[in-house]
């Protein structure tokens, strides 16, 4: 289900603009599907945050690695959820992501 925000940022090197083209990509996924628009709306946000984060300085390989392995297991759990079709699964796996990545932001 979230494998085209995965291939893109792989595809596109895991760096900064990969992250605002999976931004881009989110954005556009969270309207044509309505159904699932807070996980797209929210991997959206995740990848704004790591671009304003970065932009205007160097981005260790380190914490690009770390970035794309956490942002990795966020789409795994969400994918997971979804195909579950557990909505109490997908709603505090929403949440959990969320908390996790505010206090990211604080």
């Given at each position: 289900m979230f494998s085209t925000i995965l291939?893109?940022?792989?595809?596109?090197?895991?760096?900064?603009?990969a992250y605002r083209s999976v931004a881009r990509l989110a954005y556009r996924t969270a309207i044509d599907r309505p159904d699932q628009a807070a996980a797209f709306f929210l991997l959206a946000t995740i990848a704004d945050a790591f671009v304003e984060r970065h932009e205007r300085m160097p981005l260790l390989s380190k914490e690009a690695e770390q970035?794309?392995?956490?942002?990795?297991?966020?789409?795994?759990?969400?994918?997971?959820?979804y195909?579950?079709?557990d909505t109490t699964e997908i709603l505090a796996v929403l949440n959990r992501i969320s908390a996790a990545h505010a206090a990211?932001?604080?």
């Open positions: 291939t893109t940022l792989t595809e596109q090197g895991n760096g900064i603009h970035s794309f392995a956490t942002f990795r297991s966020d789409l795994e759990a969400l994918g997971a959820a195909e579950r079709q990211d932001l604080v």
